[in-house]
């Protein structure tokens, strides 16, 4: 079954400096992916959602990445602040049905003032 | 829209007792999904239901976990024999339609299980 990696498990940056976190997965045949942000004591949140047909997406602050030949998922938070400060966790689908998605295990973020 | 509403939000047990987690999922949602979540191991899959009807439950340890789906308004895990390593946040989370993989996961804010 589907494989996703996640790194870096653990990522402390500056108020300003950028955060980038990466997710490999295992099936080629992975279509949908997802990106979820978990404040602390809160659950898990869409963050952005992104389809195989698109490689660049941006976000408010954010910028995720999809390299299908390497199957290779990656959010980048330009310029982080002391809010984005959270777990995220990345997930991967296969279409059709009957699915269950895989996620990644986490990366925990803290910006510092 | 309340969201996923988890119950309860913390609960201790001691060793060798019975837990049972309830969760609500979003109304009109047809797929509810329980994962458990720790530092170590991060988020893992337990098992999932698509309209009360269970579909795969590779992850739920066999022997002292059950999950339930009785109507599509609640669903229950529940741990026999709780033992320390069961402690961890159990996550619910319900999707509007399982058919289709695109759909959001829309999580609760998770159970605090700690047996001690």
């Known amino acids: 079954g589907e494989q996703v990696e996640q790194r870096p498990p653990h990522l402390s940056v500056r108020e300003g400096d950028s955060a980038f976190i990466t997710c490999t997965y295992t099936?080629?045949?992975?279509?949908?992916f997802f990106w979820y942000k978990q404040e602390p004591g809160a659950s898990l949140q869409l963050l952005m959602k992104?389809?195989?047909?698109?490689e660049i997406n941006e976000g408010q602050g954010f910028t995720v990445l999809l390299n299908k030949k390497d199957k290779r998922l990656s959010l980048n938070l330009t310029a982080a602040h002391p809010g984005d400060s959270a777990a995220y966790f990345c997930a991967v689908s296969a279409p059709g049905g009957n699915y269950k998605p895989t996620f990644g295990k986490g990366t925990s973020l803290v910006v510092h003032p | 829209n309340a969201g996923v509403i988890q119950t309860p939000r913390h609960k201790v047990t001691g060793k060798g007792q019975e837990a049972t987690l309830w969760c609500e999922p979003i109304s009109g949602h047809s797929a509810v999904f329980w994962y458990r979540q720790t530092i170590v191991q991060g988020l893992e899959f337990l098992t999932y239901f698509r309209n009360q009807a269970p579909i795969d439950d590779s992850g739920m340890p066999k022997e002292r976990f059950s999950a339930q789906m009785p109507n599509q308004s609640h669903s229950t895990l529940k741990i026999q024999s709780t033992q320390p390593q069961d402690s961890a946040v159990y996550l619910c989370a319900s999707s509007l339609d399982l058919w289709h993989s695109q759909n959001t996961l829309y999580f609760g804010a998770g159970t605090r299980l700690s047996v001690l």
């Open positions: 099936d080629p045949n992975s279509y949908y």
């Open positions: 992104v389809f195989s047909s698109t």
